[in-house]
Nanobody
Framework: QVQLVESGGGLVQAGGSLRLSCAASGRTFSSYAMGWFRQAPGKEREFVAAIGWSGPLYVDSVKGRFTISRDNAKNTVYLQMNSLKPEDTAVYYC?????????????????WGQGTQVTVSS
């Protein structure tokens, strides 16, 4: 059973930056894809970014602004978020993949963190 703990959320003005971190434990970190999803109030949880054997994958709305990376020695995945917009406001969740390939599908993820709030003010 994988355990995930996110950190790094907060309140930032539009145009600012935040870096989210997700520390994983409970299985061989480097063998699996890792992803980030987000959920805004009243909306479905949506894919943001993932990283696996095939490289990174992003939703169109964050391409060029967000960067996902991982440090396998530290069992940690990061999401660097630049040029933040008010529409990026959501709870961000880290997710542990079932396979090595990055996916934008929720069912491809076997474990979820508790979430970290990101609020972007205009």
């Amino acid at each position: 059973q994988v355990q995930l703990v996110e950190s790094g959320g907060g309140l930032v003005q539009a145009g600012g930056s935040l870096r989210l971190s997700c520390a994983a434990s409970g299985r061989t970190f480097s063998s699996y894809a890792m992803g980030w999803f987000r959920q805004a109030p009243g909306k479905e949880r949506e894919f943001v970014a993932a990283i696996g054997w095939s490289g990174p994958l992003y939703v169109d709305s964050v391409k060029g602004r967000f960067t996902i990376s991982r440090d396998n020695a530290k069992n940690t995945v990061y999401l660097q978020m630049n040029s933040l917009k008010p529409e990026d406001t959501a709870v961000y969740y880290c997710a542990a993949g079932r396979r090595g390939w990055a996916s934008n599908l929720k069912y491809e993820y076997a474990g979820w963190g508790q979430g970290t709030q990101v609020t972007v003010s205009s």
